[in-house]
Structures are given as C-alpha cells and as structure tokens.
C-alpha cells in the first residue's frame, strides 16, 4: 500500500464511528479477546475511555483512501493526585472471569507506587490499535511518537502505559525504547473460585507489562 497516512485529532462526534472501529477488529483481535467479554458489558467503559482521550485532545485516527478508520491511540494527562485505574469492585468478578483479571491486575500493577516519586505528570497511553490488514505499516510507532512537542509543551516527564499484547510489548520496548516499569505474568493471576489461571492468550502473550518512556 502506498497510503500517506496523518493523524486526525478526534473529535466527540467521531466517537461511535471509532467504536465500531475497535469492536469490528480490535476487540476481535486482541489477545484478550479469547474470553469473549460480551460487547454489552464492556462497551461503557470503551466509550469512557476513548472520550476521555477526545476531550483531553490525544486521542488521534488514521484514515485510509477510503475514507475508513485503520488506526487508533487514546490517550490522556496523569497526575499523581488523581487515580489512574478505575478501581473494580470484588462483587463484580462474578459478572464475568474478565471483571476478575481486570481487578487483579490493577490491584498488583499500581502505577503511582511502582514509578519515582518525583514522576507527578504523565501522558497515559490507554489504546493503541492498527487495523489487522493494516499492521507492520509502522502506524502504531506513527500514532505513540507523532507528537513530542505538544508532549513537552504540557509540561509531561514521562508516556505510560500497560502493554496488554505480545505484539505492543515489542513496540513500546524494542522500537520505542519504552522501560518496562513492572510486569505480571498470567500465571500469577489465579480465579479465586477454582485456583486455575483466568487467561491463557493462544498468540504467545504470556504477561502485562507497565511501560515508561522518560522524557
């Protein structure tokens, strides 16, 4: 493909059109997806998420020729005196083994207790996607890199974010030169009803990791 490709700011108007985009490939894609979270459950806090990083002003698209959303990152401005996560409650395991993982994750990777303490603002990288038959294009480095200056000009010391896949894991730390800041393995995080490990990813993802780039 011989596509030019430049990052859209997204707007609040495009926010079902980018919802679409992530639940007809993303959320098809993604190595989590092997625990088919029902769209209904986990849609609110997709929508939560990605208007976030449109009224924080970083959330970016890329369109193809025609005119198709390919490409995705969401993010926001973390300061140390606000939560990071949204916190799950240990009655909602139940809905659905995802609610679980979800919970114990955050509960062991807790962003503010692992980085320095003189880190107070952060840009927060909460998605990252590249359409399947657009990957290996270099869009993904494109979408987390493209802007640097506004990133100093907000006055940010450091990009975080949890690399959730195999493949964004290679991103952020052998392209991007991102530090892997603390990772839990899959097999750490049990079901409190049957002892087994809740995920077991079919792509070789085998861990989260917490990334940082120092600025």
Not at 170 to 188: D, M, N, W
């Amino acid at each position: 493909m011989s596509e030019s490709f430049e990052p859209i700011q997204a707007k609040i108007e495009d926010l079902d059109e980018i919802i679409d985009y992530l639940y007809s490939d993303f959320f098809k894609n993604d190595p989590l997806s092997i625990m088919k979270v029902p769209r209904e459950m986990s849609e609110p806090t997709t929508r939560s998420v990605v208007t976030k990083g449109i009224n924080a002003g970083f959330a970016y698209y890329l369109r193809n020729e025609n005119g198709e959303i390919v490409a995705l990152r969401s993010a926001t401005i973390r300061t140390r005196d606000e939560p990071t996560y949204i916190k799950t409650d240990k009655a909602d395991d139940k809905k659905h083994p995802f609610m679980e993982f979800n919970r114990k994750l955050f509960e062991k990777i807790s962003l503010w207790d692992i980085l320095p303490s003189d880190v107070n603002r952060i840009l927060w990288i909460s998605l990252i996607s590249v359409r399947l038959d657009y990957t290996r294009q270099g869009l993904a480095k494109k979408l987390v890199t493209f802007d640097r200056e506004e990133w100093k000009r907000q006055g940010l010391q450091a990009v975080c974010a949890i690399a959730a896949a195999i493949k964004s894991q290679k991103l952020f730390v052998e392209q991007l030169g991102f530090k892997v800041e603390a990772q839990l393995l899959h097999t750490e995080i049990l079901s409190d009803t049957t002892g087994e490990q809740i995920v077991k990813c079919v792509d070789g993802t085998d861990r989260h990791q917490l990334v940082r780039l120092i600025l």
